[in-house]
């Protein structure tokens, strides 16, 4: 069933559901598309949410802000969407779950949400993707590309690790706050708080995006020749995980090899390198 125009503006979410809804693709199929630099990934969570776990290089977009907080979306994003839609990389929004709505369309995703506001604003449909299983998915199949935490989340509950994806085909409605008289449901799911094991945590990333059009390389940790090459803003920069911090406080990564780089290292951020520059602190590629 299509939405009317009166419930999407009780949601806030400002536009007539036209009915559209989005191909999915597997977490395989996104990750390669990372790895090939052929990609943008959206993350529909709030930021609670991603800030404790998402996929490297993803920004943030989040459906509660569409519809309850649009004073604070970032236009910029919205904008890079429709850039590098045109440009030809496809745009692969992400939730915690993914869900398809198809057992119950009160039950939509916000990655769907996310999709939707993303083509209302002018990103045709045939370049949105949604990422089947969301990020529980992705982190069940063993990917790399995870900076934060490992574990599944849902509803911003942590999942137990015997409960299997499939048992959550159906995402609960956005917000979902802590008093929800739902809670009990959730944790009596599959779902718990304190008692569950200390995370393993991704806190080196294995891809970064360029912030500023600009890297900078050198050969190795100790080499003193620093070079200046010119990569695309929101370019992927691959590595190996391998990081170094000079004695000036920058931080470096390793390059990887087998992943397509050349060799050497690169500036991910820290003061400039320049003498007139080393007193600010720049940030050239983020994760």
Known sequence: AIQTRTTIS????????????????????AY????????????????????????????????????????????SCIERCKDLSAKG?????????????????????????????????????ENIRRLQGGINAWKLAGLDGILGDTRRYYAGAVMQADVPAESFEEELPT?????????????????????????????????????????FKKASPDAEKIIQIKRPVDSIIRTTGQIFVG??????????????????WVYVKGPGLGPSTRHVTYEFMAA
């Open 10 to 29: 009780a949601m806030g979410y400002g536009v007539a559901d036209t009915g559209v809804d989005f191909d999915f693709l597997t977490p395989k199929e």
């Open 32 to 75: 390669d598309l990372l790895k090939g630099d052929k990609a943008l990934f959206i993350d529909s969570r709030d930021a609670s949410d991603y800030e404790t776990s998402r996929i490297q290089t993803s920004y943030n977009l989040a459906a509660n802000d569409i519809m309850f907080k649009q004073d604070k979306l970032d236009k």
């Open 89 to 125: 990389k496809l745009i692969i929004v992400v939730s915690d779950a993914g869900i398809s709505g198809m057992k119950n369309r009160g039950h939509v995703s916000r990655c769907r949400h996310v999709a939707q506001y993303l083509h209302e604003l002018g990103v045709a449909v």
């Open 175 to 215: 917000p979902f706050p802590a008093s929800n008289p739902l809670s009990s449901t959730v944790v009596s799911a599959g779902y718990a708080a304190a008692d569950i094991d200390l995370p393993a945590m991704v806190t080196n990333p294995t891809a970064y995006r360029v912030l500023r059009g600009e890297i």
């Open 247 to 264: 004695g000036a406080g920058g931080t470096w990564a390793e390059l990887d090899v087998a992943a397509g780089e050349k060799k050497g």
